[in-house]
């Protein structure tokens, strides 16, 4: 069993930056995928990025490629999704997904935070 722990949500304006956090325990496996995820009200759950297990591959989607940066500290179980240029647009709570192996699809993953909520004034 894995726990997933997030941190690092705000409020920010328009064209700032901010950093999540996520921090894992548990029965955390050598090749564990990590992802992140939003859900705005009224939306589907998005993917925002994935990265393997050893961190040399990461994937974005065209709504935020450019903008955000997933990165893993596997010593430390803890993975990052830094933030830049943010827009209004981006407003939603974030989740932290782990599972065994890195793809788009919330589906595979089988482990959740219970998210953290990033709100970007106008």
């Known amino acids: 069993q894995v726990q997933l722990v997030e941190s690092g949500g705000g409020l920010v304006q328009a064209g700032g930056s901010l950093r999540l956090s996520c921090a894992a325990s548990?029965?955390?496996?050598?090749?564990?995928?990590m992802a992140w995820f939003r859900q705005a009200p009224e939306k589907e759950r998005e993917i925002v990025a994935a990265?393997?297990?050893?961190?040399?591959?990461?994937y974005y989607p065209d709504s935020v490629k450019g903008r955000f940066t997933i990165s893993r500290d596997n010593a430390k179980n803890i993975v990052y999704l830094q933030m830049n240029s943010l827009k209004p647009e981006d407003t939603a709570v974030y989740y932290c997904a782990g599972g065994p192996k890195s793809r788009t699809y919330a589906s595979a993953y089988n482990d959740w935070g219970q998210g953290t909520q990033v709100t970007v004034s106008s």
């Open positions: 548990g029965q955390i496996l050598s090749t564990y995928a």
């Open positions: 990265i393997s297990w050893s961190g040399g591959s990461t």
